[in-house]
């Protein structure tokens, strides 16, 4: 069973910055992408931001500019620096891994349970 520990969601003032972090528990055999998606009430869920194969990082047009997206191999962690937000930057944030746990296995996606940004004065 992966697990998922998200940290550094919250309230954060129009213009200033966040930066949560997931870390996936297990193991994998490889891990094709990982990254951050977002929901907000009556929206689909969209991409944040990707790191890809190759190590190439993709972010969505709403964040390009704005958004950092990290990697720690080792720690099987994955970070996103977010700055100058802004209240349509409001959403339960998800952190997202594709990989396969084992050789033996297909390629699965795996979802975070979501921590909360809320973008507010």
């Known amino acids: 069973q992966v697990q998922f520990v998200e940290l550094g969601g919250g309230l954060v003032q129009p213009g200033g910055s966040l930066r949560p972090s997931c870390a996936a528990s297990?193991?994998?055999?490889?891990?094709?992408?990982t990254g951050w998606y977002r929901q907000s009430p009556g929206k689909q869920r969209e991409l944040v931001a990707a790191i890809i194969p190759g190590g190439i990082s993709r972010y969505g047009d709403s964040v390009k500019g704005r958004a950092t997206i990290s990697r720690d191999n080792a720690k099987n962690t994955v970070y996103l620096q977010m700055n100058s937000l802004k209240p349509e930057d409001t959403a339960v944030y998800y952190c997202?891994?594709?990989?396969?746990?084992?050789?033996?296995?297909?390629?699965?996606?795996?979802w975070g349970q979501g921590t909360q940004v809320t973008v507010s004065s």
């Open positions: 997202h891994l594709r990989g396969r746990r084992t050789w033996f296995e297909n390629i699965d996606d795996y």
């Open positions: 297990g193991t994998f055999a490889t891990i094709d992408t």
